[in-house]
């Protein structure tokens, strides 16, 4: 079991970027390394999206289209954190960033809100001029 916690959001200009990290705190007997972990992001209004996942050893990334080429995924398990790194960032990427975590046994393929079973609050990114 994890409870994960997201920060380093905020405002930031069109083009600018910004790295988001998930950090996890996990429970007695159990370890980071065992979860893959996957990004969404919600703008007001809007469906939760997948942004991308991570497999549990960090060797597998998955993106959605949202992510275009311009975000990137990677983990340091000794730290327990994951971290996203958003660039070129648009206007439209404006949106509340999740990252959520489930037991990871099929190297990271996980696309889905109902694959995931840990959710942390989220964290703001806004993009503005």
């Known amino acids: 079991q994890v409870q994960l916690y997201e920060s380093g959001g905020g405002l930031v200009q069109p083009g600018g970027s910004r790295t988001l990290s998930c950090v996890a705190s996990v429970a007695s007997g159990d370890t980071f390394s065992n979860y893959a972990i996957g990004w969404f992001r919600q703008a007001p209004g809007k469906e939760r999206d997948f942004v991308g996942s991570i497999s549990k050893s960090g060797g597998s990334t998955y993106y959605g289209d949202v992510a275009q080429g311009r975000f990137t995924l990677s983990r340091d398990n000794d730290r327990n954190t994951v971290y996203l790194r958003l660039t070129d960032l648009k206007l439209e990427d404006t949106a509340v960033y999740y990252c959520?975590?489930?037991?990871?046994?099929?190297?990271?393929?996980?696309?889905?809100?109902?694959?995931?079973?840990?959710w942390g609050q989220g964290t703001q990114v806004t993009v503005s001029s």
């Open positions: 959520a975590g489930t037991i990871d046994y099929y190297a990271g393929s996980y696309y889905s809100r109902e694959d995931y079973d840990y």
